[in-house]
């Protein structure tokens, strides 16, 4: 016991105290930034496909832990963390649109005109093509979702209408979203 005082006594004097851990973080949830984020693995950028236009974006120089800001492909800025949207290049992209229908990693879009009917149907076919699904979920019922909500239902698919700017350059605008019916 005396030793004990002691000790305590010598720690406070010196402006020094004594940390045990128990063992237990389970209940520490906040992450230094700095350390669990560190510098990405060197590789290629981490290609995301914009539910919006279809288009894939290039996002950081490797892969960055998931909440984490990655560098500008070009190397020059830190960007905010990477979207949940699917990936470019992987398997759902190679599928016809039968295939697509049917494989739960996947979902597919369409040309708006050529799918409703409500227009002329100025693309070669409805179908504009299969793409990977994001990595979020809304569970409402597809018919009003925007184009992120409905890029994760494989039981949903995305309305195109095509647009082109003054140059001439044109690509697929999500229009809106509708239950899957083929």
Same mark, same amino acid.
């Given at each position: 016991?005396i030793?004990?005082?002691g000790?305590?006594?010598?720690?406070?004097?010196?402006g020094?105290?004594l940390?045990?851990?128990?063992g237990?973080d389970?209940?520490?949830t906040t992450?230094?930034?700095g350390?669990a984020?560190?510098?990405?693995?060197?590789g290629p950028?981490l290609?995301?496909?914009?539910?919006d236009?279809l288009q894939?974006?290039?996002?950081? !120089?490797?892969?960055?832990?998931p #909440?984490c800001p990655?560098? /500008?492909? +070009?190397g020059t800025?830190d960007q @905010?963390?990477?979207?949940?949207?699917?990936?470019?290049g !992987?398997?759902?992209d190679?599928? #016809?649109?039968a295939?697509? /229908?049917? +494989?739960d990693r996947?979902?597919? @879009?369409?040309d708006?005109d050529?799918?409703?009917?409500? !227009?002329p149907c100025?693309a070669?076919?409805?179908?504009?093509?299969?793409f990977?699904?994001s990595?979020t979920f809304?569970?409402a019922?597809?018919?009003?979702?925007?184009s992120?909500s409905c890029?994760?239902?494989?039981?949903c698919?995305?309305?195109h209408?095509?647009?082109?700017?003054?140059?001439?350059?044109?690509?697929?605008q999500?229009f809106?979203c509708?239950?899957?019916?083929?």
């Amino acid at each position: 016991m005396i030793r004990s005082l002691g000790l305590a006594a010598l720690l406070a004097a010196t402006g020094c105290s004594l940390y045990w851990d128990d063992g237990d973080d389970a209940d520490d949830t906040t992450i230094d930034a700095g350390e669990a984020c560190g510098a990405p693995i060197p590789g290629p950028p981490l290609e995301l496909r914009n539910p919006d236009n279809l288009q894939c974006v290039s996002f950081g !120089g490797g892969d960055c832990p998931p #909440g984490c800001p990655c560098p /500008l492909a +070009d190397g020059t800025a830190d960007q @905010a963390p990477a979207p949940a949207w699917g990936e470019c290049g !992987g398997p759902c992209d190679v599928l #016809g649109e039968a295939a697509c /229908l049917v +494989d739960d990693r996947c979902r597919a @879009a369409y040309d708006y005109d050529c799918w409703t009917g409500n !227009g002329p149907c100025t693309a070669l076919q409805p179908f504009l093509g299969c793409f990977a699904l994001s990595q979020t979920f809304n569970p409402a019922a597809c018919e009003g979702l925007d184009s992120w909500s409905c890029s994760a239902r494989n039981d949903c698919v995305a309305l195109h209408k095509q647009v082109c700017d003054a140059s001439g350059a044109c690509w697929p605008q999500f229009f809106e979203c509708r239950t899957e019916s083929r």
